[in-house]
Every structure is written in structure tokens, then in C-alpha cells.
T-cell receptor, first 116, second 115 residues
Framework: GENVEQHPSTLSVQEGDSAVIKCTYSDSASNYFPWYKQELGKGPQLIIDIRSNVGEKKDQRIAVTLNKTAKHFSLHITETQPEDSAVYFCAASRGAGGTSYGKLTFGQGTILTVHP | DAGVTQSPTHLIKTRGQQVTLRCSPKSGHDTVSWYQQALGQGPQFIFQYYEEEERQRGNFPDRFSGHQFPNYSSELNVNALLLGDSALYLC??????????????FGSGTRLTVV
């Protein structure tokens, strides 16, 4: 089955710096890659996603890049703020086609700490 | 517009007991997926319900079962609880259009502690 590896497990940055989290996936049929932010006591919240027909997507301070050949994708957060401190998860899915029905396989998570 | 709601928020059960967790999907969503998130880990897929049937299942034993009702709400049942079942149980709802996945939204989860 699909396996998603996420690095680093912890990341500490100063406010205003950039943060980069990387994930690799094993299933070449995966075509949907969301990123989630999870704060203490809450469920994962979708912050950005990318589909396999796109190489890069941006939303204000957040961007995601996808390299299908290498089977890896990355989350980039610029101008980090203390409110960005949380656990971030990447995930991969075959989408809703065939027998996949959108099952998500998650990475292990990255604890991001932004110091004021 | 309410998002995905789960109940209860916290639950303590004794080993060997049975538990039922509940989920109401976001308005307009017809599919419910359940995930187990152990402490310090990413969520693991348990199963998914669509049109009141289990459509896909992850690597979880038969002690884990579910149900979806005509109003799209869902229940997760776990029998013969083990200490290792202690986790945050997440419900996610979504809808499909043209074989594309839309609106995969998580609830805040139910924290289950087995003692």
C-alpha cells in the first residue's frame, strides 16, 4: 500500500523566517496531495492541496510544490508567525477514481515552532 | 454552516467494553470516513461509508465496525476494547463530483481512553 514519509519531525524557526517540510510517497498512482495543520485539541484543517496535473500552487504565505518523477512534495511557509506554530501533516491519495474513494495516507507529522 | 461535528468529545472506557462514536457530516456532504490518530502519529484510515454501505476499509480488525444513516450521519463502533485502542478518532466528510474528491473536512475528534 501507499507509504508517506515526512521530514523533519520537528522544526524550530524565528518569526519571519521561512519553513519547509518535505514528504515522499511510494504509490505512483497517487494524484492528490493535501497539507493539514492540526492545533492542540482540534482536528486537522486543510491549508493547501495540489493535484498531480500541477507542479506548484500558492496561497498567500503558503506554497506547495510537487515533483511527480521523484515522488515528493513540499510545503513552504514564508514570513512565519507565532500563530503558524502547530503540527503539520502531509497526505497522499489516489483521489476518487477507481477503488480509491479518496482514502488519505498521512505522513508522521512535523511539529513547527515559531519563536517570536 | 456547521462543519463536521463529533460526539462525545472525550470518553473513558474499561478494557473489554464496547464504545460507539458519532459523526454528523458537513452540510452537502454524503460520504463519511473514519480515522484513528494515536498520540504523536498521523491519522490512520479505518473505513469509509457512502450510501449507507462500507465502501473501503483500512487495516483494522473486525472489532471496528460502522454504520451510516439515511441522513448521512455515521457511527463508529469498537468492540472488546484494548488498551491500544486509546486514540483520537476523527471523522471526515466529503462529496464526489465527476470522480473528483471535494471538501474533505475533518471534525475535532473524539478522544477515547481505554483503562
Amino acid at each position: 500500500g501507499e507509504n508517506v514519509e515526512q521530514h523533519p519531525s520537528t522544526l524550530s524557526v524565528q518569526e519571519g523566517d521561512s519553513a519547509v517540510i518535505k514528504c515522499t510517497y511510494s504509490d505512483s498512482a497517487s494524484n492528490y496531495f493535501p497539507w493539514y495543520k492540526q492545533e492542540l485539541g482540534k482536528g486537522p484543517q486543510l491549508i493547501i492541496d495540489i493535484r498531480s496535473n500541477v507542479g506548484e500552487k500558492k496561497d498567500q504565505r503558503i506554497a506547495v510544490t510537487l515533483n511527480k518523477t521523484a515522488k515528493h512534495f513540499s510545503l513552504h511557509i514564508t514570513e512565519t508567525q507565532p500563530e503558524d506554530s502547530a503540527v503539520y501533516f502531509c497526505a497522499a491519495s489516489r483521489g476518487a477514481g477507481g477503488t480509491s474513494y479518496g482514502k488519505l495516507t498521512f505522513g508522521q507529522g512535523t511539529i513547527l515552532t515559531v519563536h517570536p | 454552516d456547521a462543519g463536521v461535528t463529533q460526539s462525545p468529545t472525550h470518553l473513558i472506557k474499561t478494557r473489554g467494553q464496547q464504545v460507539t462514536l458519532r459523526c454528523s457530516p458537513k452540510s452537502g456532504h454524503d460520504t463519511v470516513s473514519w480515522y484513528q490518530q494515536a498520540l504523536g502519529q498521523g491519522p490512520q484510515f479505518i473505513f469509509q461509508y457512502y450510501e449507507e454501505e462500507e465502501r473501503q476499509r483500512g487495516n483494522f480488525p473486525d472489532r471496528f465496525s460502522g454504520h451510516q444513516f439515511p441522513n448521512y450521519s455515521s457511527e463508529l463502533n469498537v468492540n472488546a476494547l484494548l488498551l491500544g485502542d486509546s486514540a483520537l478518532y476523527l471523522c471526515a466528510s466529503s462529496s464526489y463530483s465527476g470522480a473528483q474528491l471535494y471538501g474533505y473536512t475533518f471534525g475535532s475528534g473524539t478522544r477515547l481512553t481505554v483503562v
